[in-house]
């Protein structure tokens, strides 16, 4: 079998990273209790979502803390376009549809062939899902913005697991990475590292869990939530074919009050509160990446619009 040959970018990238290690104060020991990252280690990790870069579209399983429950998605993710589409399944027939997000927000399609809304019946694969979303009429997208919730927090996870360029290693020794043990899924050994998540981080936002391989490439990333509850993502597959569909973003889609959310109340297509709703999320602190609250003290109020009779 032939090794395929790297970009100049890669190699570029490669000899940027592994001189910046070499000067860097990283460790070389031994055993299965956290530590320091070596200088390899360290070359490893900041080239992780470089990679994860270049081989998008990737497939992903999404797998996120529900009350009762865990929603499960199986998507396509484009890091290039910052756009997914897929299947989420929550093990309720009623629960279960065609998923898209991106970075502002994320939009639920159910339509059934009458055109009415109702359960779907579960794709034979991720492929026939992608076709699905791309068949939907653009108007049968019910959209929202990210909130609260853990489902929410995963999605936008998913979506800060690559960049176009090296991290930089600098950076991330001074974020105290640590090897926390070497760890074996479907026959492959990983090694496992807790890390800061990738994006600006948050008081109080919890460290990461990465499972990368020997070429740099991420397999598995966890962030643990409160009460032993865990956000998983499982990056399953790279260079999916097809990749992302413009179905959902083809056109603006609606955002409607009456659709039913996927945690079994109307709030899910309406715009976040600023409070998990008390029938989609326990009362838990919530690992959430969004953007810091608008302040009513300096927002310009609107003058009410008055009803024509």
Excluded: K
């Amino acid at each position: 079998m032939r090794t395929p040959m790297r970009s100049p970018w890669t190699w570029a990238a490669l000899a940027v990273v592994t001189a910046v290690c070499g000067t860097l104060p990283f460790t070389v020991t031994g055993g299965d209790a956290p530590r320091p990252l070596s200088a390899d280690e360290a070359r490893r990790m900041a080239l992780t979502r470089f990679r994860a870069y270049r081989d998008s579209p990737a497939e992903v399983t999404v797998r996120a803390p529900l009350p009762g429950g865990t929603a499960v998605v199986r998507a396509v993710v484009d890091e290039h376009r910052h756009r997914a589409v897929g299947w989420f399944d929550t093990g309720d027939a009623a629960e279960r549809g065609l998923l898209a997000w991106d970075g502002t927000g994320l939009s639920l399609a159910r339509p059934r062939i009458d055109g009415s809304a109702g359960p779907l019946a579960r794709p034979a694969s991720l492929a026939e899902a992608v076709r699905d979303a791309a068949r939907v009429s653009p108007a049968a997208w019910i959209r929202r913005a990210y909130g609260p919730a853990s489902l929410d927090t995963a999605l936008r996870l998913t979506l800060s697991l690559a960049a176009a360029h090296p991290d930089n290693t600098r950076l991330l020794a001074r974020s105290a990475p640590r090897h926390l043990r070497q760890d074996r899924i479907d026959g492959r050994t990983y090694d496992v590292f807790s890390a800061p998540p990738p994006t600006s981080a948050v008081a109080g936002e919890p460290l990461l869990t990465y499972w990368i391989d020997r070429a740099g490439r991420l397999r598995r990333v966890r962030a643990d939530l409160d009460d032993d509850r865990t956000i998983v993502v499982d990056v399953t597959a790279a260079r999916v074919h097809p990749g992302v569909p413009e179905g959902p973003w083809a056109a603006a889609p609606r955002q409607g009050r009456g659709a039913e959310s996927i945690c079994g109340s109307a709030a899910w297509a309406r715009p976040a509160p600023t409070e998990p709703a008390p029938d989609c999320e326990p009362p838990h602190p919530t690992y959430e990446l969004s953007t810091p609250p608008v302040d009513p003290r300096t927002t310009p109020r609107r003058s009410p619009r008055r009803m024509r009779g």
